[in-house]
């Protein structure tokens, strides 16, 4: 079991970037595929990419490939998720999960940050 934080949310303009962070405890990190959710009101929570343990494996969702980037940094126990370009959207509730062979879909982890409110306004 891992714990998880993000954080890094807030208000961006169309158009503008934000970089999240997921800072993880416990465990081993490295063994842990990490993966970024979202979640608008009223919607189901949606994959938006995973990261292998040993960050050499990525895989996106296709409504973000080209304007998201995944990365991890196991020295600091912590993963990030790069936003440019950001649209209206995208307004969500974004939510870091690990697991040790995580994927596309929300079982598939078993450790879950709380969360962190991404709002893209004009």
């Known amino acids: 079991q891992v714990q998880l934080v993000e954080s890094g949310g807030g208000l961006v303009q169309p158009g503008g970037s934000l970089r999240l962070s997921c800072a993880a405890s416990?465990?081993?990190?490295?063994?842990?595929?990490v993966g970024w959710f979202r979640q608008a009101p009223g919607k189901e929570r949606e994959f938006v990419g995973y990261i292998s343990g040993s960050g050499l494996t990525q895989s996106y969702a296709n409504f973000v490939k080209g304007r998201f980037t995944i990365s991890r940094d196991n020295a600091l126990n912590t993963a990030y998720l790069q936003m440019n370009s950001l649209k209206f959207e995208d307004t969500a509730v974004y939510y870091c999960?690990?697991?040790?062979?995580?994927?596309?879909?929300?079982?598939?982890?078993?450790?879950w940050g709380q969360g962190t409110q991404v709002t893209v306004s004009s």
């Open positions: 416990g465990g081993t990190f490295s063994n842990y595929v």
């Open positions: 999960a690990a697991d040790a062979r995580g994927g596309v879909e929300e079982d598939e982890y078993g450790d």
